[in-house]
């Protein structure tokens, strides 16, 4: 597996935490996909049994979490990154994240904060799971989680990821 083109290489830790250079691919490479800079690269470095899951869905598998980051890219206008923080180096990596998004077409602003945790494989190579949970939380209700792996569901009808690097390039990733 070779090591994707990360855009986000300079990670902010608290202090004491330190990271290997391999923990800063996957944290960079998960900033770039919440900053809506998602490529097959980086998605790599997911397994293909990897979950994503926020407070609107719950991907489970590569045919449903890459669409999820792709998807970003349709629906937002303009996404940045207020700041992050990498809280822990364990297994997970946990970060707090703030981040503006403006809804295309009605120029809708949202900034959610929000504490991400990027589960890996036992040694360390792969992600097998991120949390994006909004306000420090991830819903409860049975309602909520049903309109969730909903959402898992549809995005992929609508959002195509690209079938090969070329595509991707062409998209602009």
Do not use: C
Request: hydrophobic share 35%.
């Amino acid at each position: 597996m070779s090591t994707p083109n990360i855009e986000n290489t300079n990670i902010t830790t608290a202090p004491g935490v330190e990271l290997s250079s391999h923990q800063k691919t996957i944290v960079g490479s998960v900033l770039d996909l919440f900053a809506g800079r998602p490529s097959l690269e980086k998605l790599q470095l997911w397994t293909d049994e990897a979950t994503f899951e926020d407070n609107i869905t719950v991907a489970k598998g590569r045919k449903q979490f890459e669409p999820q980051w792709y998807g970003l890219q349709t629906a937002f206008s303009e996404i940045e990154r207020l700041s992050h923080q990498v809280t822990s180096n364990g297994n997970p990596i946990s970060m707090n994240l703030k981040t503006r998004y403006v809804v295309k077409g009605i120029n809708k602003e949202q900034t959610i904060e929000s504490v991400v945790n990027i589960f890996t494989t036992a040694d360390g190579s792969r992600i097998e799971k991120v949390e994006d949970k909004w306000g420090g939380q991830l819903p409860e209700s049975g309602f909520q989680n049903a309109m969730r792996k909903m959402n898992a569901f549809s995005v992929p009808k609508f959002v195509s990821v690209p079938k090969d690097q070329e595509e991707d390039k062409a998209r602009g990733n």
